[in-house]
């Protein structure tokens, strides 16, 4: 029986740089960080939450041939208070496609985007009787 969601892998070009966005912009928490011949495995993941993401150094970015293979899915977010975490994390210079969260049927979001084109999507469920769904 499956029990939790260990890992989701983004691909990125510099895992530094991925590493500083993902912990200084957004306030993840490094799990792990470990250098081997296959590569270095690199985890963030939000303080309190079992689930990492991988930052997994792309094959382009160490000049090998990139596989035809479609990117991973977004990766979700969840906020208790997506307004206020909004505002703290565009001081903190993360971009994003929308001025300002929206409401839509099951609560408030809005996407961002890593330094390597990577989309995050931020969400914040709705509350029963609350009209977000």
Do not use: C
Not at 31 to 56: A, C, K
Not at 72 to 94: H, N, T
């Amino acid at each position: 029986m499956l029990t939790n969601i260990m890992y989701t892998t983004l691909y990125v070009t510099d895992q530094d740089r991925a590493l500083r966005f993902y912990t200084e912009q957004l306030g993840l928490e490094k799990r792990i960080d470990f250098p081997n011949p296959g590569g270095r495995f690199l985890t963030v993941g939000v303080p309190g939450s079992p689930v990492e993401i991988i930052l997994w150094a792309h094959a382009a970015a160490a000049g090998q041939p990139v596989e035809p293979a479609g990117n991973p899915g977004p990766v979700i977010l969840e906020s208790d208070d997506l307004r206020a975490d909004f505002k703290v994390f565009r001081e903190r210079g993360v971009t994003f496609d929308e001025p300002e969260p929206e409401d839509y049927g099951f609560g408030i979001r809005i996407e961002a985007v890593d330094p390597d084109g990577n989309r995050i999507s931020l969400r914040e469920r709705g509350r029963a009787g609350s009209g977000d769904g």
